[in-house]
């Protein structure tokens, strides 16, 4: 299993911000309050457009990487697992949400996963996003765009994720009044997960059926490098959602 920590730019990360949620006037504070885990890609130097999309509401439309030629278009992930680790009253809790498939991560508004957190005031948090690699069914991480090379050739690029991945971030004291809903949204920087690749290495890959593949059997070299660099890629933003009552 590969451990992925935050802290230091760390990979695609969870860094979760104190919320003192504002109580309404005359409603009384639930017991509980939900969290709403998220992905979704960027460009932290880029400001992305937003298009329409089929049936998802608007969409990025593309993101360019930081290598000149690159474009990221579309991106799906299979979460196998949220999970957040903390203690309330020096008791150590465990919430876990499993599953959350097909993810399109380039919605501006992506599938979430739900739980339900107890009001209270958290210490020492923990939360994993846990990417798990499969022998059957889809892989954890598919990515997808084209890449043009000095010479003007436009080339479809594929990377395909498939090994076990965690991603670790920890948080200050959080405060659940059971007033708010809130958000954590996880931001992968793709202009930083191909940090250290140049031009001349794409241009320099292996062509399956006509496309960069990009894999555990396919320019591994190119593969290995985009693996380290989850340990850079990622941020996060944690946010009120909505009020309950």
Not at 187 to 195: I, P, Q, R, S, T
Request: net charge negative; charged share 15%.
């Amino acid at each position: 299993m590969r451990l992925i920590k935050t802290g230091i730019c760390a990979a695609i990360l969870l860094a979760v911000i104190t919320i003192a949620a504002c109580k309404k006037s005359g409603v009384s504070p639930s017991t509980s309050s939900q969290v709403s885990f998220q992905m979704l890609v960027d460009n932290s130097a880029t400001t992305l457009a937003a298009t329409p999309g089929a049936g998802n509401g608007l969409v990025t439309n593309s993101i360019v990487a930081s290598i000149s030629g690159l474009t990221w278009t579309s991106g799906i992930a299979n979460i196998s697992k949220f999970k957040l680790e903390a203690k309330k009253k020096g008791t150590e809790i465990e919430i876990v949400s499993k599953n959350l498939t097909n993810v399109d991560l380039f919605a501006l508004s992506p599938l979430a996963a739900n739980v339900t957190v107890d009001t209270g005031t958290y210490k020492e948090i923990e939360v994993r996003v846990e990417l798990q690699q499969t022998t059957t069914g889809p892989i954890p991480l598919t990515l997808k765009g084209t890449f043009t090379n000095g010479g003007g050739t436009v080339t479809p690029i594929e990377f395909d994720l498939n090994d076990d991945v965690t991603i670790k971030a920890e948080a200050q004291d959080v405060v659940i009044s059971g007033t708010t809903d809130f958000a954590a949204l996880v931001h992968m920087h793709l202009n930083k997960l191909v940090a250290g690749l140049t031009a001349a290495d794409l241009d320099g890959a292996v062509l399956t059926s006509n496309t960069i593949v990009i894999s555990k059997t396919s320019n591994t070299a190119i593969y290995n490098k985009i693996l380290a660099n989850l340990t850079t890629c990622g941020d996060s933003e944690f946010k009120d959602e909505h009020h309950k009552g």
